[in-house]
């Protein structure tokens, strides 16, 4: 009978597991230094993406490169195609010279041909919600950055979708993530709705949440701001799992080690 007094968990224990694993494998193959020094937790603010552009084409390109520079893949030789553009999608076979990521990575070679680049789509529609077309950058470069490792994702290569929302959220863009998993439309009129505005999302608001409180614990971030910094309907969710994370001393005690130590 003393089970009706648990509080119940906030997600699936088994999701929980996952996203402590996969918070894990990141950690192992990305690079923890670049995570606890040089990664920051992105805002869809002006303060981080500042800047104006002449033409929509030219808006989509300013808050990628922006993107780029906070994910640490700067480095990398993407094009950036509208989607309406584009007939046929093919894997480049791309080899990274030196690290994958952050700053004390290498320029690449400049003559790498269009085909062979890193393809990142983006809709035109997405421009009207900067947020969404944020977190579907973020979510196009951490697929990629996951190819590029040979240890797969906890649940195997066919899980990398949901694994590269993790990985987003793992390169700053929790917040981004989280705001921007539910669809919105546009309204055209009073009556009638207009094209979507959206992003194809693996993880619900809430598993991103939940990573979100584990990248605050991580970094040691303000749990205060961090909190206040997504939707109103997902602050008392992100306070109880950033909670519980804490609470959960032997998962989180096991990511913590794997961090290294700041000089």
């Known amino acids: 009978m003393f089970g009706f007094l648990k509080t119940p968990p906030l997600l699936?224990?088994?999701?929980?597991?996952?996203?402590?694993?996969?918070?894990?494998?990141?950690?192992?193959?990305?690079?923890?230094?670049?995570?606890?020094?040089?990664?920051?937790?992105?805002?869809?603010?002006?303060?981080?993406?500042?800047?104006?552009a002449s033409s929509a084409d030219g808006m989509a390109h300013l808050i990628f490169n922006r993107v780029k520079e906070y994910a640490g893949v700067r480095h990398w030789p993407c094009l950036l195609m509208e989607e309406s553009?584009?007939?046929e999608l093919s894997r480049?076979?791309?080899?990274?010279?030196?690290?994958?990521?952050?700053?004390?990575?290498?320029?690449?070679?400049?003559?790498i041909a269009e085909k062979d680049r890193f393809i990142v789509l983006y809709n035109q529609f997405q421009l009207n919600d900067p947020e969404v077309l944020i977190a579907s950058y973020a979510h196009t470069l951490a697929y990629y950055l996951g190819l590029m490792v040979a240890v797969p994702?906890?649940?195997?290569?066919?899980?990398?979708?949901h694994?590269?929302?993790?990985?987003?959220?793992?390169?700053?863009f929790g917040v981004i993530m989280a705001n921007s998993a539910n669809t919105r439309k546009i309204r055209a009129c009073?009556?009638?709705?207009?094209?979507?505005?959206?992003?194809?999302?693996?993880?619900?608001a809430f598993d991103s949440c939940y990573a979100l409180a584990i990248f605050t614990k991580l970094?040691?971030?303000?749990?205060?701001e961090v909190v206040s910094s997504v939707k109103k309907n997902l602050r008392p969710f992100l306070r109880k799992a950033i909670k519980d994370v804490a609470d959960r001393e032997?998962?989180?005690?096991?990511?913590?080690?794997?961090?290294?130590?700041?000089?």
């Open 219 to 224: 970094k040691g971030l303000n749990e205060k």
């Open 190 to 204: 009073g009556s009638c709705s207009g094209p979507a505005v959206e992003r194809q999302n693996y993880l619900s």
């Open 92 to 111: 480049p076979q791309i080899t990274i010279r030196g690290p994958l990521r952050g700053e004390n990575s290498l320029e690449q070679a400049d003559d």
């Open 163 to 172: 694994a590269a929302e993790l990985l987003a959220v793992f390169m700053g």
């Open 153 to 161: 994702p906890p649940g195997g290569r066919d899980n990398l979708p």
């Open 85 to 87: 553009a584009v007939t």
């Open 12 to 52: 699936d224990e088994d999701i929980i597991s996952w996203l402590f694993q996969t918070y894990a494998w990141a950690l192992k193959n990305f690079d923890a230094e670049v995570f606890l020094k040089e990664t920051v937790l992105v805002k869809p603010t002006n303060a981080y993406f500042g800047g104006e």
């Open 250 to 263: 032997t998962q989180y005690k096991q990511l913590a080690c794997a961090l290294p130590a700041l000089s």
